[in-house]
């Protein structure tokens, strides 16, 4: 049966995951879940590991420090870990892939990446992911659409925002759906840790439809126009016009 609000015993009582996921804390309403879990390891309440998640976010942010709306029937999760060794622009490939595999277990739709951080379906926003350094400290912020109906989407965004109600006409069941995420997510930091993001690369661009292909990405305050060549063991996006070839080692690129 689907339900919109998370089961808090059934989230405590499945299987324990290896990198993260040991301690859940749920809210039923916090500013940012990122936010909480910032505030919390300054106040050195929070182990590596530990997951935030609500269902509802009234300061949901995103790159640039965006909005992120994030009304109820949404994935709002943060997850920490303590003296991250790795670099965080291939972990944002990483989990936006996790991202992507879990939406397709959960429904067969098979959603695009778009680099750095998007998860798409039908060339509309459904997901993103936000990565940020506390001191050595990772915090991990995710944000996905799963049951968020098209009258919850404030009218700016509508044109370029779905969800996996907006696609499907079904509404899934958020527990399962948090759960089936934190596995898949815990499961490819486990993979990206022992083998890094080589193992990732080609998978990330099997799902992103753009490669080899014109971008604009925007360059400083200019749009520009580049092939999409590849992304490099770092997360670096590699384009190339008739000057040569760029490293974008973060930023935004449009498709149009
Ligand atoms: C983006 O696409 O710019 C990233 C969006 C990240 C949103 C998530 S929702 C959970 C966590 N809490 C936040 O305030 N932001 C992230």
């Not at 916090?30 to 590991?49: I, M, P, W």
């Not at 992911?129 to 659409?145: F, I, K, P, S, Y």
């Not at 934190?182 to 439809?209: E, H």
Request: positive net charge; hydrophobic residues 40%; aromatic residues 8%.
């Amino acid at each position: 049966m689907s339900s919109n609000t998370y089961n808090t015993e059934k989230i405590i009582k499945a299987p324990k995951s290896r990198l993260i996921g040991k301690n859940i804390i749920i809210r039923e309403v916090v500013e940012s879940t990122s936010s909480f879990l910032k505030d919390a390891l300054t106040r050195g309440e929070v182990s590596s590991g530990t997951i935030a998640v609500a269902n509802i976010q009234t300061k949901g942010y995103g790159r640039f420090k965006r909005k992120w709306v994030s009304p109820r029937g949404g994935i709002y999760l943060s997850f920490l870990i303590k003296r991250f060794k790795r670099d965080i622009a291939p972990l944002t490939l990483v989990i936006a892939y996790s991202v992507a595999n879990s939406l397709q277990y959960l429904t067969g739709i098979k959603p695009n990446l778009k680099w750095p951080n998007d998860i798409l379906v039908n060339d509309k926003k459904i997901g993103g992911v936000l990565a940020e350094l506390v001191g050595d400290n990772l915090v991990c912020g995710v944000g996905v659409n799963i049951n968020t109906e098209q009258s919850a989407l404030p009218e700016e965004i509508k044109e370029r925002a779905t969800s996996l109600f907006i696609e499907t006409g079904k509404k899934f069941d958020i527990t399962d759906a948090l759960l089936n995420l934190i596995q898949g997510i815990d499961k490819n930091l486990v993979i990206y840790k022992n083998k890094g993001f080589s193992y990732f690369r080609d998978r990330w661009l099997s799902l992103c439809p753009r490669w080899h292909d014109i971008i604009y990405p925007k360059i400083g305050q200019e749009k520009t126009v580049h092939l999409f060549h590849d992304i490099s063991e770092t997360g670096a996006l590699i384009i190339v016009d008739e000057n040569g070839e760029k490293r974008l080692f973060s930023g935004e690129i449009s498709y149009e």
